[in-house]
Protein backbone atom coordinates (compact mmCIF):
# COMPACT_ATOMS: atom_id res chain seq x y z
CA UNK A 1 0.00 0.00 0.00
CA UNK A 2 1.58 3.94 -0.71
CA UNK A 3 3.04 4.94 2.48
CA UNK A 4 -0.09 8.44 2.33
CA UNK A 5 -2.75 5.71 2.51
CA UNK A 6 -1.66 3.35 5.52
CA UNK A 7 -2.77 4.21 9.09
CA UNK A 8 -1.64 3.22 12.32
CA UNK A 9 -2.30 2.37 15.65
CA UNK A 10 0.10 4.90 16.95
CA UNK A 11 0.63 8.20 16.06
CA UNK A 12 3.28 10.68 17.56
CA UNK A 13 2.89 14.22 16.60
CA UNK A 14 6.16 16.51 17.54
CA UNK A 15 7.07 19.71 16.18
CA UNK A 16 10.77 18.36 14.59
CA UNK A 17 10.82 14.89 12.86
CA UNK A 18 13.48 12.66 14.83
CA UNK A 19 15.76 13.56 11.42
CA UNK A 20 18.01 16.03 9.88
CA UNK A 21 17.66 16.30 6.15
CA UNK A 22 21.87 16.30 5.38
CA UNK A 23 23.23 17.32 1.38
CA UNK A 24 25.92 15.83 0.15
CA UNK A 25 28.62 17.12 -1.68
CA UNK A 26 27.33 15.05 -4.91
CA UNK A 27 23.76 16.51 -3.69
CA UNK A 28 22.63 13.09 -2.52
CA UNK A 29 20.07 13.52 0.44
CA UNK A 30 19.96 11.51 3.25
CA UNK A 31 18.51 11.80 6.69
CA UNK A 32 20.33 11.77 10.12
CA UNK A 33 18.90 11.20 13.17
CA UNK A 34 19.11 15.24 14.58
CA UNK A 35 20.21 15.69 18.71
CA UNK A 36 17.27 17.12 21.42
CA UNK A 37 15.76 15.86 24.62
CA UNK A 38 12.50 14.76 22.76
CA UNK A 39 14.06 13.45 19.66
CA UNK A 40 16.77 11.66 22.05
CA UNK A 41 13.78 10.22 24.18
CA UNK A 42 11.23 8.99 21.46
CA UNK A 43 13.57 7.19 19.05
CA UNK A 44 14.31 4.77 21.72
CA UNK A 45 10.43 4.48 22.70
CA UNK A 46 9.89 3.97 18.76
CA UNK A 47 12.24 1.68 17.95
CA UNK A 48 10.29 -1.77 17.64
CA UNK A 49 6.67 -0.38 17.60
CA UNK A 50 5.42 0.18 14.74
CA UNK A 51 3.62 3.35 13.97
CA UNK A 52 3.58 6.99 12.77
CA UNK A 53 5.78 10.15 13.29
CA UNK A 54 4.57 13.48 12.08
CA UNK A 55 6.63 16.34 12.23
CA UNK A 56 8.30 19.20 10.41
CA UNK A 57 11.94 18.62 8.44
CA UNK A 58 13.53 21.24 9.49
CA UNK A 59 13.45 23.04 6.16
CA UNK A 60 11.23 25.70 5.15
CA UNK A 61 8.94 25.32 2.01
CA UNK A 62 7.47 22.69 0.45
CA UNK A 63 7.34 19.02 2.98
CA UNK A 64 9.37 15.86 1.59
CA UNK A 65 6.93 13.21 1.14
CA UNK A 66 5.92 10.73 3.22
CA UNK A 67 9.10 8.27 4.31
CA UNK A 68 9.86 5.33 6.62
CA UNK A 69 12.95 5.03 8.68
CA UNK A 70 13.90 2.05 11.00
CA UNK A 71 10.29 0.41 10.50
CA UNK A 72 8.42 4.04 11.09
CA UNK A 73 6.86 5.74 8.89
CA UNK A 74 7.96 9.71 9.10
CA UNK A 75 5.32 12.22 7.67
CA UNK A 76 6.51 15.71 7.16
CA UNK A 77 4.46 18.19 7.93
CA UNK A 78 4.99 21.72 5.77
CA UNK A 79 6.08 24.96 7.15
CA UNK A 80 6.52 28.02 4.72
CA UNK A 81 9.65 30.60 5.80
CA UNK A 82 6.62 33.11 7.12
CA UNK A 83 5.71 30.23 9.70
CA UNK A 84 9.20 29.05 10.30
CA UNK A 85 9.37 32.68 11.72
CA UNK A 86 6.02 32.90 13.78
CA UNK A 87 4.75 29.68 14.36
CA UNK A 88 8.24 28.22 15.55
CA UNK A 89 11.16 31.03 16.20
CA UNK A 90 8.03 33.66 17.52
CA UNK A 91 5.02 31.74 19.30
CA UNK A 92 6.80 28.68 20.49
CA UNK A 93 10.51 30.14 21.05
CA UNK A 94 9.87 33.85 21.98
CA UNK A 95 6.69 33.94 23.57
CA UNK A 96 5.88 30.15 25.30
CA UNK A 97 9.40 29.71 25.95
CA UNK A 98 10.35 32.27 28.09
CA UNK A 99 6.89 32.23 29.50
CA UNK A 100 7.54 28.61 30.59
CA UNK A 101 10.99 28.82 32.02
CA UNK A 102 10.52 31.89 34.77
CA UNK A 103 11.01 34.59 32.09
CA UNK A 104 15.15 34.11 32.24
CA UNK A 105 14.59 36.85 28.92
CA UNK A 106 10.91 38.59 28.81
CA UNK A 107 8.70 36.84 26.11
CA UNK A 108 7.15 38.93 23.25
CA UNK A 109 3.55 38.78 22.22
CA UNK A 110 2.42 39.36 18.39
CA UNK A 111 -1.23 38.34 17.83
CA UNK A 112 -0.15 37.44 14.11
CA UNK A 113 2.64 34.76 15.93
CA UNK A 114 -0.77 33.05 17.71
CA UNK A 115 -2.84 33.46 14.69
CA UNK A 116 0.08 30.82 12.31
CA UNK A 117 0.26 29.29 15.83
CA UNK A 118 -3.57 28.14 15.60
CA UNK A 119 -3.10 27.24 11.48
CA UNK A 120 0.36 24.79 12.08
CA UNK A 121 -1.46 23.39 14.72
CA UNK A 122 -4.08 22.43 12.17
CA UNK A 123 -2.24 21.19 10.00
CA UNK A 124 -0.50 18.92 12.22
CA UNK A 125 -4.07 17.47 13.46
CA UNK A 126 -4.79 16.93 10.34
CA UNK A 127 -1.76 14.89 9.35
CA UNK A 128 -2.37 13.20 12.51
CA UNK A 129 -6.32 12.26 11.52
CA UNK A 130 -5.38 10.86 8.23
CA UNK A 131 -2.79 8.12 9.63
CA UNK A 132 -4.48 7.34 12.79
CA UNK A 133 -6.21 4.10 12.49
CA UNK A 134 -9.78 3.70 13.71
CA UNK A 135 -9.64 3.72 17.90
CA UNK A 136 -6.06 4.32 17.63
CA UNK A 137 -3.56 5.96 20.03
CA UNK A 138 -2.41 9.31 19.35
CA UNK A 139 0.41 10.96 21.26
CA UNK A 140 0.88 14.58 21.42
CA UNK A 141 4.42 16.34 22.32
CA UNK A 142 5.55 19.54 24.27
CA UNK A 143 4.65 23.43 23.84
CA UNK A 144 4.29 23.71 20.28
CA UNK A 145 1.43 21.71 19.77
CA UNK A 146 -1.09 22.42 22.29
CA UNK A 147 -3.87 23.03 20.34
CA UNK A 148 -3.69 19.69 18.52
CA UNK A 149 -5.46 17.68 21.16
CA UNK A 150 -8.82 19.76 21.12
CA UNK A 151 -8.53 19.61 17.00
CA UNK A 152 -7.98 15.75 16.82
CA UNK A 153 -10.49 15.21 18.90
CA UNK A 154 -12.81 17.48 17.22
CA UNK A 155 -12.10 15.01 14.11
CA UNK A 156 -11.69 11.83 15.66
CA UNK A 157 -13.69 10.85 18.82
CA UNK A 158 -12.91 7.63 18.53
CA UNK A 159 -8.82 7.72 19.19
CA UNK A 160 -7.17 8.40 22.38
CA UNK A 161 -5.01 11.32 23.24
CA UNK A 162 -2.16 11.47 25.01
CA UNK A 163 0.27 14.97 25.86
CA UNK A 164 3.49 14.86 27.67
CA UNK A 165 5.21 18.33 28.36
CA UNK A 166 8.96 18.09 27.76
CA UNK A 167 9.35 21.91 29.48
CA UNK A 168 8.43 23.16 33.11
CA UNK A 169 4.32 24.14 33.13
CA UNK A 170 5.08 27.72 34.79
CA UNK A 171 3.90 29.13 38.18
CA UNK A 172 -0.20 30.33 37.37
CA UNK A 173 0.86 34.44 37.69
CA UNK A 174 3.44 33.22 34.35
CA UNK A 175 1.09 31.49 32.37
CA UNK A 176 -1.57 34.03 33.00
CA UNK A 177 0.41 36.87 31.25
CA UNK A 178 -0.31 34.70 27.93
CA UNK A 179 -3.55 36.70 26.26
CA UNK A 180 -4.42 33.11 25.05
CA UNK A 181 -4.06 31.74 28.21
CA UNK A 182 -7.82 29.74 27.97
CA UNK A 183 -7.58 28.76 25.07
CA UNK A 184 -4.07 26.98 25.38
CA UNK A 185 -6.01 25.19 28.36
CA UNK A 186 -9.09 24.36 26.26
CA UNK A 187 -6.72 23.01 23.72
CA UNK A 188 -4.67 20.56 26.02
CA UNK A 189 -7.73 19.88 27.84
CA UNK A 190 -9.31 17.47 25.15
CA UNK A 191 -6.20 15.42 25.64
CA UNK A 192 -7.43 11.74 28.33
CA UNK A 193 -4.23 12.02 29.66
CA UNK A 194 -1.56 14.80 30.26
CA UNK A 195 1.58 14.30 31.98
CA UNK A 196 4.42 16.35 33.02
CA UNK A 197 7.80 16.00 34.46
CA UNK A 198 7.67 16.79 37.68
CA UNK A 199 4.32 16.75 40.16
CA UNK A 200 4.87 20.80 40.49
CA UNK A 201 4.15 21.18 37.06
CA UNK A 202 0.92 18.95 36.89
CA UNK A 203 -0.19 20.70 40.29
CA UNK A 204 0.69 24.42 38.14
CA UNK A 205 -1.30 22.71 35.35
CA UNK A 206 -3.95 22.25 37.66
CA UNK A 207 -4.60 25.71 39.17
CA UNK A 208 -3.98 27.37 35.69
CA UNK A 209 -7.11 25.14 34.85
CA UNK A 210 -8.88 26.16 38.25
CA UNK A 211 -7.71 29.97 38.46
CA UNK A 212 -7.63 31.14 34.69
CA UNK A 213 -9.72 28.49 32.88
CA UNK A 214 -12.64 28.28 35.50
CA UNK A 215 -12.80 24.77 35.36
CA UNK A 216 -13.26 22.11 37.92
CA UNK A 217 -10.08 20.58 39.43
CA UNK A 218 -10.55 17.73 42.01
CA UNK A 219 -7.81 16.01 42.57
CA UNK A 220 -6.14 15.12 39.03
CA UNK A 221 -8.91 15.16 37.02
CA UNK A 222 -10.04 18.32 35.48
CA UNK A 223 -13.81 18.77 34.32
CA UNK A 224 -14.81 20.42 31.15
CA UNK A 225 -18.21 21.21 30.78
CA UNK A 226 -19.49 19.63 27.48
CA UNK A 227 -21.74 21.52 24.93
CA UNK A 228 -25.32 21.53 24.80
CA UNK A 229 -27.12 18.03 25.15
CA UNK A 230 -23.19 16.61 25.51
CA UNK A 231 -21.70 14.85 28.36
CA UNK A 232 -19.06 16.60 30.57
CA UNK A 233 -15.05 15.77 29.60
CA UNK A 234 -12.78 14.52 32.19
CA UNK A 235 -9.11 15.17 31.48
CA UNK A 236 -6.55 13.30 33.61
CA UNK A 237 -3.62 14.85 34.78
CA UNK A 238 0.15 13.24 36.20
CA UNK A 239 3.44 13.01 36.30
CA UNK A 240 5.56 11.19 34.28
CA UNK A 241 9.49 11.98 34.43
CA UNK A 242 11.34 11.20 31.34
CA UNK A 243 14.69 9.07 31.45
CA UNK A 244 17.32 8.22 28.92
CA UNK A 245 18.28 4.67 27.32
CA UNK A 246 20.21 3.73 29.84
CA UNK A 247 21.17 0.56 28.76
CA UNK A 248 22.42 1.54 25.50
CA UNK A 249 24.26 4.35 27.06
CA UNK A 250 26.04 1.72 29.60
CA UNK A 251 26.49 -0.50 26.99
CA UNK A 252 28.06 2.16 24.74
CA UNK A 253 30.11 3.40 27.85
CA UNK A 254 31.72 -0.14 28.53
CA UNK A 255 33.08 -0.57 24.84
CA UNK A 256 36.77 -0.83 24.50
CA UNK A 257 36.88 2.11 21.70
CA UNK A 258 34.62 4.40 24.38
CA UNK A 259 37.36 3.57 26.72
CA UNK A 260 40.44 4.46 24.34
CA UNK A 261 38.35 7.09 23.37
CA UNK A 262 37.84 9.12 26.85
CA UNK A 263 41.59 8.30 27.35
CA UNK A 264 42.41 10.30 24.05
CA UNK A 265 40.40 13.29 24.83
CA UNK A 266 41.98 13.78 28.49
CA UNK A 267 45.20 13.64 26.54
CA UNK A 268 44.08 16.20 23.83
CA UNK A 269 43.46 18.80 26.76
CA UNK A 270 47.03 18.12 28.63
CA UNK A 271 45.56 15.37 31.16
CA UNK A 272 44.32 17.46 33.63
CA UNK A 273 44.00 15.79 37.29
CA UNK A 274 40.19 16.63 37.13
CA UNK A 275 38.56 17.31 34.09
CA UNK A 276 35.06 19.67 34.51
CA UNK A 277 32.44 19.32 32.09
CA UNK A 278 29.33 20.99 30.36
CA UNK A 279 26.68 19.76 27.67
CA UNK A 280 24.09 21.97 26.74
CA UNK A 281 21.99 23.58 23.69
CA UNK A 282 23.40 26.90 23.70
CA UNK A 283 19.95 28.18 25.34
CA UNK A 284 20.04 30.88 28.34
CA UNK A 285 17.92 28.23 30.39
CA UNK A 286 21.07 26.07 30.85
CA UNK A 287 22.62 28.81 33.49
CA UNK A 288 26.07 28.18 31.15
CA UNK A 289 26.86 31.59 32.09
CA UNK A 290 26.46 31.05 35.75
CA UNK A 291 28.95 27.78 35.40
CA UNK A 292 31.87 30.02 33.79
CA UNK A 293 31.34 33.13 35.58
CA UNK A 294 31.87 30.45 39.19
CA UNK A 295 34.47 28.66 37.59
CA UNK A 296 36.51 31.82 36.55
CA UNK A 297 36.12 33.25 40.09
CA UNK A 298 37.72 29.63 41.08
CA UNK A 299 40.50 30.42 38.89
CA UNK A 300 41.21 34.46 39.91
CA UNK A 301 41.07 33.57 43.47
CA UNK A 302 43.51 30.12 43.22
CA UNK A 303 41.20 27.72 44.40
CA UNK A 304 41.92 25.72 40.78
CA UNK A 305 44.54 25.95 38.22
CA UNK A 306 44.85 24.69 34.89
CA UNK A 307 45.82 22.41 32.88
CA UNK A 308 44.96 21.08 36.93
CA UNK A 309 42.05 21.41 36.71
CA UNK A 310 40.19 22.28 33.08
CA UNK A 311 36.61 22.58 31.63
CA UNK A 312 35.34 21.55 28.36
CA UNK A 313 32.03 22.87 27.55
CA UNK A 314 30.28 21.80 24.55
CA UNK A 315 27.31 24.35 23.40
CA UNK A 316 25.65 22.59 20.62
CA UNK A 317 24.22 24.80 18.34
CA UNK A 318 20.46 26.36 18.79
CA UNK A 319 17.43 28.66 17.78
CA UNK A 320 20.40 30.78 15.86
CA UNK A 321 18.33 33.21 14.21
CA UNK A 322 16.67 34.59 17.62
CA UNK A 323 18.30 37.57 19.59
CA UNK A 324 17.85 36.23 22.97
CA UNK A 325 20.43 33.24 21.90
CA UNK A 326 22.59 35.70 19.21
CA UNK A 327 23.57 37.51 22.64
CA UNK A 328 23.63 34.78 24.65
CA UNK A 329 26.19 33.15 22.41
CA UNK A 330 28.38 36.16 21.73
CA UNK A 331 28.07 36.67 26.04
CA UNK A 332 29.39 33.08 26.47
CA UNK A 333 32.15 33.35 24.10
CA UNK A 334 33.31 37.16 25.14
CA UNK A 335 33.63 34.99 28.95
CA UNK A 336 35.70 32.39 27.36
CA UNK A 337 37.97 34.34 25.41
CA UNK A 338 38.49 36.74 28.60
CA UNK A 339 39.05 33.41 30.60
CA UNK A 340 41.37 31.70 28.38
CA UNK A 341 43.34 35.09 27.60
CA UNK A 342 44.03 35.42 31.54
CA UNK A 343 44.31 31.78 32.27
CA UNK A 344 45.63 29.70 29.75
CA UNK A 345 49.22 28.64 29.00
CA UNK A 346 50.27 27.40 25.32
CA UNK A 347 48.48 24.21 24.78
CA UNK A 348 46.62 24.04 27.89
CA UNK A 349 43.73 26.11 27.27
CA UNK A 350 41.51 27.02 30.85
CA UNK A 351 38.29 26.49 28.92
CA UNK A 352 37.98 24.20 25.97
CA UNK A 353 34.58 25.33 24.47
CA UNK A 354 33.41 23.61 21.35
CA UNK A 355 30.10 25.01 19.66
CA UNK A 356 29.67 21.74 17.61
CA UNK A 357 27.08 19.01 17.74
CA UNK A 358 28.72 15.95 18.42
CA UNK A 359 27.65 12.07 17.77
CA UNK A 360 26.80 9.59 20.89
CA UNK A 361 30.13 8.01 20.10
CA UNK A 362 32.04 11.11 20.68
CA UNK A 363 29.64 12.50 23.92
CA UNK A 364 29.98 8.89 25.56
CA UNK A 365 33.83 9.49 25.29
CA UNK A 366 33.31 12.96 26.95
CA UNK A 367 31.30 11.61 29.49
CA UNK A 368 33.58 8.90 29.85
CA UNK A 369 36.67 11.72 30.40
CA UNK A 370 34.46 13.94 32.81
CA UNK A 371 35.30 13.76 36.30
CA UNK A 372 32.63 16.42 37.09
CA UNK A 373 29.98 16.98 34.99
CA UNK A 374 28.25 20.53 35.64
CA UNK A 375 24.56 20.75 35.07
CA UNK A 376 23.23 23.95 35.80
CA UNK A 377 20.22 25.05 34.53
CA UNK A 378 17.91 28.01 35.54
CA UNK A 379 14.96 26.26 34.45
CA UNK A 380 14.85 23.09 32.81
CA UNK A 381 12.13 20.29 32.92
CA UNK A 382 14.19 17.10 33.28
CA UNK A 383 18.10 17.63 31.75
CA UNK A 384 18.52 14.52 29.66
CA UNK A 385 22.21 15.09 29.97
CA UNK A 386 22.61 14.35 34.22
CA UNK A 387 21.33 11.42 33.77
CA UNK A 388 23.23 10.25 30.37
CA UNK A 389 25.89 10.76 32.25
CA UNK A 390 25.41 8.96 35.55
CA UNK A 391 24.23 6.01 32.98
CA UNK A 392 27.71 5.94 31.20
CA UNK A 393 29.46 5.92 35.00
CA UNK A 394 29.29 2.37 35.14
CA UNK A 395 32.43 2.07 37.12
CA UNK A 396 30.76 4.22 39.35
CA UNK A 397 33.20 7.37 40.02
CA UNK A 398 32.34 10.53 38.55
CA UNK A 399 30.47 13.40 40.05
CA UNK A 400 27.41 15.64 39.63
CA UNK A 401 26.43 19.07 39.91
CA UNK A 402 23.22 19.51 39.54
CA UNK A 403 20.80 22.80 39.59
CA UNK A 404 17.57 22.45 42.25
CA UNK A 405 15.76 24.22 38.78
CA UNK A 406 16.02 20.88 37.02
CA UNK A 407 13.49 17.85 37.17
CA UNK A 408 16.44 15.52 37.15
CA UNK A 409 17.28 16.68 40.65
CA UNK A 410 13.77 15.28 42.27
CA UNK A 411 15.14 11.96 41.22
CA UNK A 412 19.03 12.62 41.68
CA UNK A 413 19.14 13.81 45.11
CA UNK A 414 22.82 12.42 45.61
CA UNK A 415 24.19 14.34 43.56
CA UNK A 416 26.19 18.01 44.38
CA UNK A 417 23.21 19.95 44.23
CA UNK A 418 23.64 23.79 43.65
CA UNK A 419 21.34 27.15 43.12
CA UNK A 420 23.51 28.57 39.72
CA UNK A 421 22.05 32.14 41.15
CA UNK A 422 23.72 31.76 44.16
CA UNK A 423 27.80 32.42 42.35
CA UNK A 424 29.47 31.76 45.84
CA UNK A 425 27.34 28.42 46.78
CA UNK A 426 27.99 27.63 43.23
CA UNK A 427 31.86 27.65 43.21
CA UNK A 428 31.62 26.02 47.04
CA UNK A 429 29.51 23.16 45.68
CA UNK A 430 32.27 22.73 42.49
CA UNK A 431 35.29 22.52 44.95
CA UNK A 432 33.06 19.63 46.78
CA UNK A 433 32.34 17.72 43.70
CA UNK A 434 36.10 17.77 42.70
CA UNK A 435 37.83 17.85 46.34
CA UNK A 436 34.94 14.57 47.78
CA UNK A 437 36.75 11.26 48.77
CA UNK A 438 36.41 9.51 45.87
CA UNK A 439 34.73 6.33 48.34
CA UNK A 440 31.76 8.73 49.21
CA UNK A 441 31.50 10.08 45.35
CA UNK A 442 31.53 6.29 44.55
CA UNK A 443 28.58 5.56 47.32
CA UNK A 444 26.40 8.28 45.65
CA UNK A 445 27.09 7.54 41.67
CA UNK A 446 26.20 4.17 42.90
CA UNK A 447 22.97 5.18 44.21
CA UNK A 448 22.43 7.56 41.31
CA UNK A 449 23.24 5.17 38.78
CA UNK A 450 20.84 2.43 40.37
CA UNK A 451 18.11 5.11 39.77
CA UNK A 452 18.60 5.74 36.48
CA UNK A 453 19.00 2.24 35.38
CA UNK A 454 15.94 1.03 37.00
CA UNK A 455 13.73 4.31 35.42
CA UNK A 456 15.00 4.13 31.52
CA UNK A 457 13.19 5.79 28.91
CA UNK A 458 11.59 2.38 28.39
CA UNK A 459 9.79 2.53 31.46
CA UNK A 460 9.16 6.20 31.17
CA UNK A 461 6.65 5.42 27.70
CA UNK A 462 5.61 2.17 29.11
CA UNK A 463 4.09 4.24 32.46
CA UNK A 464 2.87 7.43 30.52
CA UNK A 465 0.83 4.67 27.67
CA UNK A 466 -0.82 2.88 30.52
CA UNK A 467 -1.88 6.05 32.01
CA UNK A 468 -3.48 6.98 28.81
CA UNK A 469 -5.15 3.49 28.68
CA UNK A 470 -6.45 3.78 31.92
CA UNK A 471 -7.91 7.38 31.41
CA UNK A 472 -9.31 6.70 28.45
CA UNK A 473 -11.00 3.32 29.70
CA UNK A 474 -12.47 5.11 32.50
CA UNK A 475 -14.16 7.83 30.34
CA UNK A 476 -15.24 5.02 27.89
CA UNK A 477 -16.89 2.95 31.49
CA UNK A 478 -18.02 6.50 32.35
CA UNK A 479 -19.38 7.22 29.40
C1 LIG B 1 13.94 19.28 26.31
C2 LIG B 1 13.71 19.94 27.67
C3 LIG B 1 13.93 17.69 28.75
C4 LIG B 1 22.97 17.70 23.04
N1 LIG B 1 24.01 18.06 22.27
C5 LIG B 1 24.26 17.00 21.49
C6 LIG B 1 23.36 15.98 21.79
N2 LIG B 1 22.59 16.44 22.74
C7 LIG B 1 21.52 15.64 23.36
C8 LIG B 1 21.85 15.32 24.80
C9 LIG B 1 20.46 15.06 25.34
C10 LIG B 1 19.63 16.05 24.55
O1 LIG B 1 20.33 16.38 23.39
C11 LIG B 1 19.40 17.32 25.34
O2 LIG B 1 18.41 17.05 26.27
P1 LIG B 1 18.17 17.95 27.53
O3 LIG B 1 17.17 17.28 28.38
O4 LIG B 1 19.47 18.15 28.22
O5 LIG B 1 17.67 19.37 27.00
P2 LIG B 1 16.63 19.96 25.86
O6 LIG B 1 17.17 19.81 24.50
O7 LIG B 1 16.37 21.35 26.30
O8 LIG B 1 15.32 19.05 25.99
C12 LIG B 1 14.42 19.15 28.77
C13 LIG B 1 14.00 17.11 27.35
O9 LIG B 1 13.34 17.94 26.39
C14 LIG B 1 13.34 15.74 27.30
O10 LIG B 1 12.04 15.76 27.79
O11 LIG B 1 14.77 16.94 29.60
O12 LIG B 1 14.17 19.72 30.04
O13 LIG B 1 14.18 21.29 27.67
O14 LIG B 1 20.01 13.78 25.02
O15 LIG B 1 22.72 14.24 24.91
N3 LIG B 1 23.36 14.79 21.21
C15 LIG B 1 24.29 14.56 20.26
N4 LIG B 1 25.20 15.52 19.89
C16 LIG B 1 25.22 16.74 20.48
O16 LIG B 1 26.05 17.59 20.17
N5 LIG B 1 24.33 13.37 19.66
Given at each position: ?????????????????????V?D???????R???????????A????????????S??A???PE???I??????????S????????????N????????????????????????????????????R????????WV???????????V????P?VRI????????????????????R????????????G???T?????????C??????????????????????????????????????R??E?AG?P???????????????????????????????????????????????????D??F?Q?????????????????????????????????????????H????R???T??????????????????????K???A???????????S??T??????????V??P??????????????????S??RRA?R???????A?????????????L???????????
Amino acid sequence: MPPHQRTFDLVIAANRLPVDRVVDADGEVSWRRSPGGLVTAMHAVMSGRPGAWVGWSGDAGAAPEPFEIEGMLLHPVELSEEEVESFYEGFSNDTLWPIYHDVIVPATFHRLWWNAYIAVNERFAEAVCRLAARGATVWVHDYQLQLVPAMVRRRRPDVRIGWFDHIPFPPVELFAQLPWRREILVGMLAADFLGFQRTADARNFLQACRRLGGFQARGDIVTVPGGPGEPAWHAQVGAVPISVDSHRLAELAGRPESVARAAEIRESIGNPRVMLLGVDRLDYTKGIRHRLKAYEELLAEGRIEPPDVTFVQVATPSRERLEAYRSLRDVIEMTVGRINGEYSSLGAPAVNYLHHAYDRDEMTGLFLAADVMVVTPLRDGMNLVAKEYVASRTDLSGALVLSEFTGAYHELRRAFVTNPHDIEGLKDTMMRAIETAPSAKRRAMRAMHRQVMASDVQRWANRFLTALDAAANARREAG
